[in-house]
């Protein structure tokens, strides 16, 4: 068949251009013009006033297979494949009205919050392991920077896959690896895509987006899909209003029937006012002591916003290209190169633990408390700002894949070469000072103290990756399944400034405290899966590796610096039923159980300031389950982790060892009811349910965070109105507003809280011609 055909991609790609690979400083980014929600709608208003003398065209429901980017094995179902993996369509993310992965991701009981903060780019965890922005986040199955905001208007789908990624990544975090999958040209030659989409709430933000697509030329031989969406931001958290727009266009031209180019590029700018999050308050009795829980608070709150407050603000740009073509004997090969380039204004009001830049006085009994409030919520203000901060990706791979039989065993095999670089560019110096005192119930004294006074950290990253992968088909009912990737790297850091070791004053001087190393190492993988019936059985073990770094921020003494190279390790054991959800065969299940092993990095003190180590071992051992129940009219899911994690190994501070890691729910839950009107076509309501348990706020588990359950409603209505398909949506989140803390992160040796969100309401509409 050829490539031009609705054959599913079965290889991983991705691509844009820029001189390759030599260390250069950034080009100039521009800044993004303002794209009004006026341009938008003019463009609906000449869509619609075209429709009505458009010729050949028909309604089309894009339908996807499972995942074939983020599992590294091609096309094959996920009820057949050794591990565990789940992708969330266009439509469940228009349902429920994702606007950033987060909340995609939340949907799934193995991720959750970690250090997720309103206004910057999402933080999340799996299987109880925090993803790395750097290094777990894919675009089109090659690696990006998720040190942004990333917007959703122009994804197809999002991709998860749990555990340890040594097999589709050289460097990533264990847990799991993100990936998304944009929206691409209509496959038929007589398909389009004429839809406009607007949506009010949550709080008073509001948004409109276009999505343009069909084919070109007397062939139909080229193809494209073009979207555009702007966002008022005023989200139901006061005091963060904002604003964010993107355009996208992917294009694809089918060459010959063996051979196809595809490209597509998005640029997107997003600004926006920040909000901080709150901490435990010290003992009242001893400052040193177990602190408390304030009681919760409503999420509407902006505790830190003040009006010497800027906005952060995030533009990039990114982009592929890939070349596709069919060899003789049913062999692939495909050649595709990523780029992104990343601009960042990171600025936020800080609160900090009290008192942390002050000098203790005997005779006023003043007391640090850098890691909490005060009793009476009292914190200290930071004025954070690090402007102008430059990123860079680039990515080059090429694979050959294909099967051949040797003996009896048929192979599929697939061998690539990738090529990459990630640059980081921040300026000399960041500010973060102390701009007065605020509160939790309000006042305090401030002003703005927005001086660079810290070094910065640049860093370089260099790899060049040879992986060969091999699912062997023993049988009609047995596969096994192998991968070996080799890794070569090379990374450095240094900083922008050099700091009078007393004074602490910073003069900018590139090239200050180099560190850098070079290495190779190997990650291998194996499974096996064996078909029982309607059941499928799986076991499967793997290796991943990290680079690990010490956040730059000014409270550590080795700052920005590169730690050790972490390997882990993954083993996973699962059963799964092979039935789908129809009438006929309504039930499908799952199950599996995990451990992950990965060196330990935490903080130690280092006079007045923290020093990043890496000592000790985290492992982490789950159940991960899930059902689901289909009838003519209803609709049942449910899936759950359970996790025990716990610290081992750990010599630089012993009271580690035997503990739960901080801010690790022990059982998640997440359950969705639909029901379906027979006597109403087009409309269905649903019930959603989500339930966090209890999680360490204190590393001796002396103070933690109370389980919560919350439940969202909504309904959703297909109908035409004068022949245009129209699908409305209303939505109520945290149907019951309850007022919980959602999480308690440990960063930059501070206690943090996160309020949930409260009761919100979202209406949505999107028409499609």
Wanted: proline content about 5%.
């Amino acid at each position: 068949m050829g490539l031009g055909h609705s054959e599913p991609d079965r290889h991983l790609r991705f691509g844009l251009g820029h001189a390759f690979f030599q260390p250069r400083s950034f080009p100039p980014m521009k800044t993004f013009n303002t794209f009004r929600a006026s341009h938008i709608a003019s463009a609906v208003a000449l869509l619609v006033l075209g429709h009505a003398h458009a010729q050949n065209t028909t309604e089309i429901t894009i339908t996807d297979t499972a995942p074939s980017q983020v599992s590294g094995f091609g096309d094959v179902p996920l009820s057949k494949a050794p591990f565990s993996a789940v992708s969330f369509d266009r439509q469940t993310l228009q349902d429920i009205g994702a606007q950033r992965v987060s909340d995609a991701l939340r949907l799934d009981a193995s991720v959750s919050d970690s250090y997720n903060s309103p206004a910057y780019w999402d933080m999340l965890s799996v299987r109880g392991y925090t993803l790395d922005n750097r290094y777990n986040y894919r675009r089109e199955g090659l690696p990006i920077s998720a040190e942004t905001m990333i917007p959703m208007d122009n994804k197809e789908r999002i991709e998860l896959f749990k555990g340890t990624s040594g097999i589709q990544a050289g460097t990533s975090a264990p847990g799991g690896l993100v990936n998304y999958v944009v929206k691409r040209p209509p496959t038929a030659a007589n398909e389009t895509i004429r839809s406009v989409s607007a949506s009010y709430g949550p709080g008073k933000s509001s948004s409109v987006a276009l999505d343009l697509g069909g084919r070109l030329g007397e062939n139909k031989d080229v193809g494209y899909r073009f979207n555009a969406a702007y966002e008022d931001l005023n989200p139901y958290i006061q005091n963060t209003q904002g604003h964010r727009h993107l355009l996208a266009l992917a294009m694809d031209w089918r060459i010959t029937p063996d051979s196809k180019l595809e490209w597509e590029i998005e640029r997107s700018e997003r600004q926006q006012m920040g909000g901080n999050a709150y901490s435990v308050l010290a003992n009242p009795n001893d400052p040193y002591g177990v602190p408390s829980l304030p009681a919760t608070v409503d999420g509407k709150l902006n505790i830190t916003r003040q009006p010497w407050s800027v906005p952060g603000a995030f533009a990039s740009q990114t982009g592929s290209v890939r070349f596709k073509q069919n060899l003789s004997d049913g062999w692939l090969w495909t050649t595709q190169y990523g780029g992104q380039r990343l601009k960042t204004d990171d600025r936020l009001s800080f609160a900090l633990g009290h008192n942390c830049y002050g000098v203790l006085d005997p005779s006023t009994g003043a007391t640090k408390l850098c890691d909490r409030f005060t009793s009476d919520g009292r914190f200290e203000l930071a004025d954070y700002r690090s402007n102008d901060e430059r990123r860079l990706v680039d990515a080059l791979q090429t694979e050959v894949a294909g099967q051949t039989r040797w003996g009896n065993t048929t192979h599929h095999l697939a061998l690539s070469l990738t090529r990459q670089r990630q640059l980081d560019r921040l300026p000399a110096k960041q500010a973060w000072n102390s701009a007065g005192e605020g509160s939790i119930f309000g006042g305090g004294t401030s002003q703005a103290a927005p001086k660079p006074e810290y070094p910065n950290t640049n860093k370089s990253e260099y790899s060049t990756e040879i992986a060969v992968k091999d699912r062997m088909a023993l049988s009609a009912t047995t596969a096994v399944w192998a991968g070996l990737r080799y890794t070569s790297y090379s990374r450095s850091s240094e900083q922008n400034a050099i700091c009078d070791p007393v004074t602490y004053v910073c003069t900018p001087a590139a090239g200050t405290n180099p560190i850098s190393n070079k290495g190779n190492i190997t990650t291998p993988w194996i499974g096996l899966t064996q078909q029982l019936g309607q059941h499928m059985v799986f076991v499967s073990h793997g290796h991943g590796i990290e680079l690990l770094a010490v956040p730059n921020t000014p409270g550590y003494t080795n700052a920005g610096q590169l730690l050790d190279v972490a390997r882990s390790k993954q083993t996973e054991v699962g059963i799964r039923s092979l039935t789908t959800t129809d009438l006929a065969t309504p039930w499908s299940w799952n199950a599996s159980v995990f451990q992950i092993e990965r060196p330990l990095a935490y903080d130690v003190a280092d006079g007045s300031l923290l020093k990043r180590v890496s000592d000790g071992q985290q492992i982490h051992q789950g159940m991960d389950a899930g059902v689901q129940w289909r009838s003519a009219a209803w609709s049942l899911q449910a899936q759950g982790q359970w996790l025990h994690a716990r610290i081992s190994a750990a010599t630089l501070n012993t009271a580690l060892n035997g503990q739960t890691p901080v801010n690790v729910p022990t059982m998640t839950l997440r359950a969705l009811a639909e029901y379906r009107f027979a006597n109403i076509p087009g409309l269905r309501t649903s019930l959603r349910v989500n339930h966090e348990g209890q999680r360490r706020v204190l590393e001796d588990g002396s103070l933690n965070l109370p389980s919560w359950t919350t439940a969202d409603l909504a309904a959703h209505y297909d109908t035409r109105i004068d022949g245009t398909r129209t699908q409305w949506t209303m939505a109520i989140d945290n149907l019951t507003d309850r007022h919980y803390w959602r999480e308690a992160p440990k960063q930059f040796g501070h206690y943090y809280l996160y309020p949930g969100a409260p009761r919100t309401l979202r209406i949505a509409v999107k028409a499609s011609f």
